[in-house]
């Protein structure tokens, strides 16, 4: 079935979340509330089924400077993986890096082999830059023992 991407409107933000509970629940996914999603609903790509309209991914781009941008909340739905709407989906996010003339786009992940296909290299968590993790990482219910890698892709 035909994928199209698109940025996503307020009313989705419902079908958003039940899409990212599983792996919010898991600690795989950083937990947004609805109002986080939507006032930052600019930074996101949803990925749907061309003739249903149901979403099955999205992704966003969080701008954190002039410079540095990060993927963040990269889901598929269960049923839709290995379609190759996760890589299009970062690709696009990418792709819009680049429009806003970012100079890198990082990633902290899991799944590290997935985005060093996509041009993604590994990087030592010393190096990302603070304020993302009193920002973010604190959020997290594994913090501070952090397993996740960390990547950057040069634009």
């Not at 990087?123 to 990547?151: G, M």
Request: proline share 5%; hydrophobic share 40%.
């Amino acid at each position: 079935m035909p994928v199209k991407f698109e940025k996503p409107i307020l009313p989705d933000i419902p079908e958003m979340q039940a899409i990212v509970k599983k792996e919010v629940e898991e600690g795989v996914i950083l937990p947004r509330s609805d109002d986080e999603l939507a006032t930052n609903i600019r930074s996101y790509t949803v990925a749907k089924e061309a003739e249903t309209g149901e979403i099955i991914g999205y992704v966003a781009l969080h701008i954190h400077s002039m410079r540095l941008g990060e993927i963040r909340s990269l889901i598929v739905k269960e049923g839709h993986r290995h379609r190759k709407v996760g890589s299009r989906l970062v690709e696009l996010a990418v792709e819009e890096g680049r429009k806003l003339r970012l100079q890198e786009v990082l990633a902290l992940t899991y799944m590290g082999s997935f985005f060093e296909r996509l041009g993604f290299s590994e990087i030592p968590k010393e190096t990302i830059p603070e304020h993302k993790i009193w920002a973010d990482c604190i959020k997290c219910k594994y913090f501070p023992v952090c397993n996740e890698i960390s990547l950057i892709k040069k634009l």
